[in-house]
Structures are given as structure tokens and as C-alpha cells.
């Protein structure tokens, strides 16, 4: 493997990666020009040692696309895989699921699934069948659960996820809330008790400073599964993250060298205590993300080999 450096060095291993390799300003400004889409995947991961897959969030992938992702990768990456929206209390369209459990379920007027235990646990299966690809091929990381900011502990209680993580339980799940208010005053510690107790993993973020509901605070630096900690990069821009209408839009943020500065110390203070670190890159406008991602790996001390084909940056 070329992108090597994701070693046990004062502490936990740091993976290093950012939230999906296909996102448009990849391929017009990060990928070399007029490259193949099925040779992306294989240049990404020249550089990262680690992806989180966000197409899984609207679909399941069927298990030809999964074994491409396996084939073009090296024996030892990583695939973090973001669970299907219906598992996270998004309102959810009928035909984000299989054809197969599409025709078995009703729909309402807007064309939405009403998230049932038995669709849940449909769906959990079909799910688990294609990554069962990446777990033999010793490819699979961490399960992700990205909660809606719906999710409120004012309408939902932490039990409702009992049957997923009870589902997960062969799998290192972790989770990330959308709500702030799971996370603030006496609720933090009963909050991180539940998935202490779990063993399911605390997503701790950097995200913009404010107060706003769907914003979790970003000096969050908690533990809750020895195995692993997890920390999503959301950007700093505020007004972007609560006012932008698409997901490059939210996300649009460049980190200073400074930041990246902080982001190094932070992840290795969390590697003093587990055993890896995923650190994904979510500021996902442009080739923010994959710039900001290699500038950390630099930071840790991670040797990122150049391919061959890649030529100098001239301007």
C-alpha cells in the first residue's frame, strides 16, 4: 500500500480518510483529469488508508459493486460504512429501499415508508448480506449511524435504538447525534452511560461554533468503545452548516494550517486511549476534504507516496 503511515505510534492507530470518494468536486478538482470513474477508488486509496461510504445512507449496494470496491483497493483499507437513512429516523422515500422490499410495502401520498420493526429488520438483512463482502475481506471498519436532528430527547428515547444495536452487535457500530441536546448539561452523562454500556461509539465532531439545536458542541472528546473513537470534520462556517441548501454548500469549509494543527492534537490525544481513531473528513466542497485529510496525514507524520502519474501542482 502506498498511503502508509497509519501506525501505532504513541498510542491507537489514526486512520485518516473523508466522507465518500465520489462527491463532484473530487472528481473536477482532486482526481486527474478525464480519469475513469471505476479508477477512482484505486487513486484514493494510493492516498487514504481509509473511506467512509455515504452512498450507503440512500441505498444498499449490491454485492458486485461491493466486491469492485474490495478488488480495487489494498489488502489492508478500510471501508466505514454510513448505515441506511431509514435506520436513522430520517423520513425515508420507498424507493431508497431493495426492489425486493419495495414491493411489500406500502407508501404514504409523498411516496415515504412509515420505518416499522419488520421493514427495520428486512432491511438490516439485506444490508448485512452485501457487507458481509467487506467483513471477509477483512475490509469492513465501523458501522455509522447519523441521527436526524429530529431525534430529540424531547419526542425520542435512546431505547428505540435497542433493536438496531442489539442487530449490530458482531459489528463496532458508532453514532452520531444530529442533536445537540443529547449532549448538554445533566443529559451528557447518561447520554454516554447508554452507549458506554453498549459498547457503541461516540461520534465526537468539529462543527461550527453556535447554539443552534442541530449543532453538537465540538470540545466533546468521549470514549465509550475501547476498540475505537471516531471524529467527523463538519467545518467551522456557521451560517454554511445552518443555512446551506445542499450538502456541499453546508460543508464548505477550507481548514488553516492552524486547524489541521489542532485536528492533529486532538486525534492524538484520543489514540492515547483506543486502540484506532477514524478521522473522516465531512467538509465535502470543492477538494476541501481530500486536501485537508492529506495536510493531516503530513501533520501525524503519515508518509503519503505520490503515484506515479500524478504530476506537480504549478500554480
Not at 492516498?47 to 483497493?73: I, L
Not at 467487506?134 to 436532528?149: E, M, T
Not at 470543492?286 to 508518509?303: I, N
Amino acid at each position: 500500500m502506498t498511503a502508509t503511515g497509519a501506525a501505532k505510534k504513541n498510542g491507537g492507530r489514526i486512520l485518516v480518510g473523508t466522507a465518500s470518494w465520489t462527491d463532484p468536486g473530487f472528481v473536477e478538482r482532486w482526481y486527474p483529469k478525464k480519469m475513469a470513474a471505476h479508477e477512482r477508488l484505486a487513486w484514493y486509496a494510493q492516498h487514504f488508508d481509509m473511506v467512509e461510504v455515504n452512498s450507503t445512507f440512500y441505498s444498499v449496494p449490491d454485492a458486485r459493486t461491493v466486491d469492485r470496491w474490495c478488488a480495487t483497493t489494498p489488502n489492508d483499507f478500510i471501508f466505514d460504512v454510513k448505515l441506511h437513512q431509514l435506520f436513522s429516523f430520517h423520513s425515508t422515500p420507498r424507493k431508497l429501499l431493495p426492489q425486493e422490499l419495495q414491493r411489500l410495502v406500502p407508501a404514504d401520498a409523498k411516496g415515504k415508508v412509515s420505518a416499522s420493526p419488520t421493514l427495520r429488520q428486512a432491511l438490516l438483512q439485506f444490508f448485512l448480506r452485501a457487507m458481509s463482502i467487506l467483513q471477509s475481506a477483512g475490509k469492513l471498519g465501523v458501522f455509522l449511524l447519523q441521527l436526524s436532528p429530529a431525534f430529540s430527547p424531547r419526542k425520542h428515547e435512546l431505547s428505540e435504538l435497542e433493536p438496531l444495536i442489539e442487530g449490530l452487535a458482531d459489528y463496532p457500530l458508532a453514532l452520531e447525534f444530529r442533536n445537540r441536546n443529547w449532549v448538554v448539561g445533566d443529559q451528557l452523562s447518561s447520554t454516554i452511560d447508554f452507549l458506554r454500556k453498549r459498547k457503541v461509539g461516540f461520534v465526537n465532531v468539529d462543527a461550527p461554533a453556535s447554539d443552534h439545536f442541530s449543532v453538537v458542541p465540538s470540545e466533546l472528546n468521549e470514549i465509550t468503545n475501547p476498540n475505537f473513537s471516531y471524529l467527523r470534520l463538519h467545518g467551522r462556517d456557521a451560517k454554511a452548516y445552518l443555512t446551506g441548501k445542499t450538502v456541499a454548500s453546508r460543508f464548505n469549509y477550507d481548514y488553516s494550517d492552524n486547524e489541521i494543527a489542532d485536528v492533529c492534537d486532538r486525534s492524538r490525544k484520543l489514540a492515547r486511549e483506543t486502540k484506532d481513531v477514524h478521522v473522516v473528513f465531512n467538509n465535502n466542497n470543492l477538494d476541501y476534504a481530500p486536501r485537508a485529510a492529506a495536510r493531516l496525514r503530513r501533520a501525524l507524520g503519515q508518509s503519503v507516496a505520490l503515484p506515479s502519474s500524478q504530476t506537480p501542482e504549478l500554480f
